[in-house]
């Protein structure tokens, strides 16, 4: 049983504990929630800052550098962070168009003997190149497939995990049509494939339907952010139908104001909550379908600039998790066993 990692094919077993969605390069200045009033404009386009911190710890949306990851050394600096509290295997979840950096990715994984994964396909409609209006369904399919069988971007490095797939509010059509390719390019390659839906949203549940017209595997689909407007009866219902789902915003307390047809939507759960929640699906007997991750894409959630970093799963989170009754065998379960079978290609 292998997974593709950026260095090549390597035995899942020597994968360890994984964080299955963070982005190690992004840039989703697109779902920036700008001001509009004259006295606080400026502060969109500022640089991260001790002097913002306070309103980007309640909207990180609010300053655009915020939602930019592209600095190499300190990447690395990050990442180690995570491998000393024993973590193994990081899966970059950016997929084409939103800053990803196969190279990068590669070097880093070298320089600090960290296992990385890496996504192909598309985000939502509003980043997309131009090209992919005018392809099928098909083509798009092919071209993910060619990115985990060949390489990405002209490289040789190939991905490791379909997504995330991006889903805007309502399933715009284009994002229908990738969706629907990444659906066959699993049916094909039998990688995982990250959705991500609009979080305040239950899309989850059309994602599903879609998906199973492809004749896709129910059981390598995993439905992201079910965490940040957490609904128990909605995460059984995916779980039900084989699927998996992704708390994968720990670290992630924040209060949008409900405006317009933006990012934004409102209130996000808090880190206590999300572990009662796991614990209540763990007793319902759902553990084998819940993945655990940060979804690290902002500044703020980074060491350096004042957040927990990549390593919140493991220095923060286990602890609460054992202190809450989840034992050190389910976490051994949602830290290293499912998201190894979620990975792997055969």
């Not at 879609?210 to 952010?225: N, S, Y």
């Amino acid at each position: 049983m292998s997974v593709i990692t950026v260095q090549g094919l390597k035995n899942e077993n020597d994968l360890g504990i994984i964080s299955p969605h963070e982005h190690i390069f992004i840039d989703i200045r697109n779902q920036a929630d700008i001001y509009t009033e004259a006295d606080k404009a400026a502060l969109s386009e500022e640089r991260v800052s001790i002097t913002n911190l306070g309103v980007l710890s309640r909207n990180p949306y609010a300053v655009k550098d915020n939602l930019v990851l592209n600095n190499v050394q300190l990447a690395e600096k990050e990442l180690l962070y995570f491998k000393n509290m024993g973590g193994n295997t990081i899966v970059d979840a950016t997929p084409k168009d939103i800053g990803r950096d196969p190279l990068a990715l590669y070097r880093i994984s070298k320089s600090l003997d960290l296992n990385i994964i890496a996504g192909t396909g598309y985000y939502t409609q509003d980043t997309h190149c131009h090209g992919v209006n005018s392809l099928t369904t098909e083509e798009i399919s092919k071209k993910i497939e060619k990115e985990i069988l060949e390489g990405m971007d002209n490289t040789q490095i190939r991905a490791g995990v379909i997504g995330e797939i991006g889903l805007s509010k309502g399933i715009l059509d284009n994002e229908k049509k990738v969706l629907k390719a990444a659906g066959i390019a699993q049916k094909e390659k039998g990688t995982g494939v990250l959705i991500h839906t609009y979080p305040w949203s239950r899309d989850g549940i059309k994602a599903l339907n879609i998906l199973e017209e492809t004749g896709c595997e129910i059981g390598k689909i995993c439905i992201c952010h079910i965490d940040i407007d957490i609904d128990l009866e909605y995460c059984i219902n995916l779980c039900s139908r084989g699927a998996y789902i992704e708390f994968d915003n720990f670290g992630k307390e924040y209060y949008l104001s409900k405006k317009g047809d933006g990012f934004a939507g409102g209130a996000f759960a808090r880190d206590i909550e999300r572990v009662r929640a796991i614990k209540v699906l763990i007793n319902k007997g759902f553990i084998n379908n819940i993945l655990v991750s940060n979804d690290i894409c902002l500044k703020i959630l980074l060491h350096a600039y004042g957040g927990w970093g990549y390593d919140h799963i493991i220095t923060n989170i286990r602890p609460m998790m054992l202190d809450e009754g989840i034992s050190q065998e389910e976490i051994d379960l949602l830290y290293k066993e499912n998201p190894k079978k979620f990975l792997n290609i055969e």
